[in-house]
């Protein structure tokens, strides 16, 4: 049990060490044109698909919580191919534009993982969302891991303790669960990941499960991939309603209502708070996301700079 703990003990002082070495100065020198170049050209690919800035921001979580962030999730098949990824992951073509610009400022400088994160930050401010620190430095793995994908990504049928046992373990608090969980404020589900729920749930408002029945057919198969907003108010705006939805009723997901049970639990208060402060949700919301960026990742001589972001060098 000692030594179990100890060992717990040096991976949390290890991972420390690493964000330690992240900063925000890392290519004032070596590449000083490279973030306004990310965030332009993120910019522009949100301002012509608004639903792409949930894209990239998914791309981003969905990358920290497999072996860190290290663009694993970038690297063709493997991690992409995926229960949680596989048909729904996107902009992968954004990063890689962002990664030929980047390119010709600076050869082989700037990082997949760092172009990730930081399109991640620039698409939720593109979306009216908050702003948060990123620190650089991050470097690419050569390794992706397919069957920890499956395991680390929580499922849209997730409840809270599922959500405790996937976040907890990364030094996310319930505050913090709540807070990411507002990133679908922004975006869309596909039906298979919603079917049960408006079909088979009683904590649903019922008017919204009709409304998502027209484009949701019952029998598995049908409709698989139909869209569905996750925030039925301003589902391509960064804002609090995704907390008004879950108050009435109106989460998409299953993993969403769970959230809000009606009564004064824990989750409920924090849900009621962001409900009717905006401001509390952006501060929170952005506070997780500089823990969810700093998820192990590969600094110094570890990793290596992809030349191409969908294979290793």
């Avoid at 639903?51 to 098949?77: E, I, P």
């Avoid at 705006?237 to 879950?246: E, G, H, I, M």
Wanted: charged share 15%; glycine share 8%.
């Amino acid at each position: 049990m000692a030594s179990s703990s100890l060992s717990a003990v040096l991976l949390l002082c290890l991972a420390a060490a690493a964000s330690a070495q992240l900063s925000t100065t890392f290519y004032d020198t070596s590449c000083p044109k490279a973030v306004k170049t990310i965030k332009d050209a993120v910019t522009a690919a949100v301002n012509k698909e608004k639903r792409m800035g949930a894209s990239l921001l998914r791309l981003h979580f969905h990358d920290c919580f497999v072996q860190g962030c290290d663009a694993s999730v970038l690297l063709s098949g493997q991690e992409q191919n995926a229960f949680p990824n596989i048909g729904s992951l996107r902009g992968f073509d954004v990063i890689d534009n962002i990664k030929t610009q980047v390119e010709a400022l600076c050869k082989q400088t700037v990082s997949c993982a760092d172009i990730v994160a930081l399109a991640a930050r620039d698409s939720v401010v593109a979306l009216g969302g908050p702003t948060w620190t990123v620190g650089l430095g991050r470097r690419d793995s050569t390794t992706a891991n397919e069957s920890l994908a499956n395991s680390a990504l929580p499922a849209p049928s997730s409840n809270i303790a599922d959500l405790t046992n996937s976040f907890g373990p990364k030094g996310f608090t319930l505050t913090d669960i709540v807070a990411l969980s507002g990133a679908h404020t922004i975006g869309q589900a596909q039906c298979q990941n919603f079917r049960e729920r408006i079909y088979n749930e009683t904590h649903i408002n019922s008017g919204f499960a009709t409304s998502l029945k027209a484009n949701c057919p019952r029998p598995a198969g049908s409709g698989d991939g139909n869209l569905a907003p996750l925030d039925t108010t301003t589902p391509s705006s960064f804002d609090n309603k995704y907390y008004t939805d879950l108050k009435s009723q109106k989460g998409l997901l299953h993993s969403d209502q769970v959230l809000y049970a009606g009564g004064s639990g824990s989750a409920d208060n924090i849900v009621t708070n962001f409900a009717s402060n905006p401001a509390a949700f952006s501060s929170a919301f952005a506070s997780a996301m500089v823990k969810m960026a700093n998820l192990s990742p590969l600094t110094g001589t570890q990793g290596q700079v992809r030349l191409t972001c969908s294979k290793a060098n």
